[in-house]
Antibody, heavy 121, light 107 residues
């Protein structure tokens, strides 16, 4: 069974940095595309970015709103997905979900429980 | 970017009603469309992928249809557990984009 557990959320000041982690289990970590999706309070879902699988050299794609500020990384040794968030803005306040695509090309069929990030002074 | 437009934004219905939600893409996405259900405080759950394929474990009262730019999610007979918010999402082109959501509420 796919399990994704996010951690690292919290309160950070505008301009600051935060790193989220997602512990993955129940599937072969290197084989699958993984994404981050966020949801601002009371708002809809927004795709943040993607890392492809190892066969595709873990290449990445980002939403325009975070490109150049956010970086998605994988730690194979820990089966962990990371989201490094720099130059944070108040509009980055959201619940951040770690997501896996187990069948590519496919939809988001595995979701974590989410971790809250609040950017405020 | 491909814009995904859902309608209605809110749907008021009763248990046993048929519910239909529409999603329109700003350009063709073939059948690379998914539908998700989200309940308050919970992560979204995949219901339908590739426009009309039912995710394993999802009740058969849920169905999807469409191709190109027009898509529909239908719940044939609403059950109490179905009152939630529904999102469509295209995965044809980067950036991946979601519709604005449809809240299905009790009439």
């Amino acid at each position: 069974e796919v399990q994704l557990v996010e951690s690292g959320g919290g309160l950070v000041q505008p301009g600051g940095s935060l790193r989220l982690s997602c512990a993955a289990s129940g599937f072969t970590f290197t084989d699958h595309y993984m994404d981050w999706v966020r949801q601002a309070p009371g708002k809809g879902l927004e795709w943040v970015g993607r890392t492809r699988n190892k066969a595709k050299s873990y290449t990445t794609e980002y939403a325009a709103s975070v490109k150049g500020r956010f970086t998605i990384l994988r730690d194979e040794s820990k089966n962990s997905l990371r989201l490094q968030m720099d130059s944070l803005k108040t509009e980055d306040t959201a619940v951040y979900y770690c997501v896996v695509v187990t069948v590519f090309p496919g939809a988001f069929d595995g979701w974590g429980q989410g971790t809250m990030v609040t950017v405020s002074s | 970017d491909i814009q995904m437009t859902q309608s209605p934004s809110t749907l008021s219905a009763s248990v046993g009603d048929r519910a239909t939600i529409t999603c329109r893409a700003s350009q063709s996405i073939s059948n690379w469309l998914a539908w998700y259900q989200q309940k308050p405080g919970k992560a979204p759950k995949l219901l339908i992928y590739k426009a009309s394929s039912l995710e394993s474990g999802v009740p058969s009262r849920f169905s999807g249809s469409g191709f190109g730019t027009e898509f529909t999610l239908t719940i044939s007979s609403l059950q109490p557990d179905d009152f939630a918010t529904y999102y469509c999402q295209q995965y044809n082109t980067y950036p991946l984009t979601f519709g604005g959501g449809t809240k299905v509420e009790t009439k």
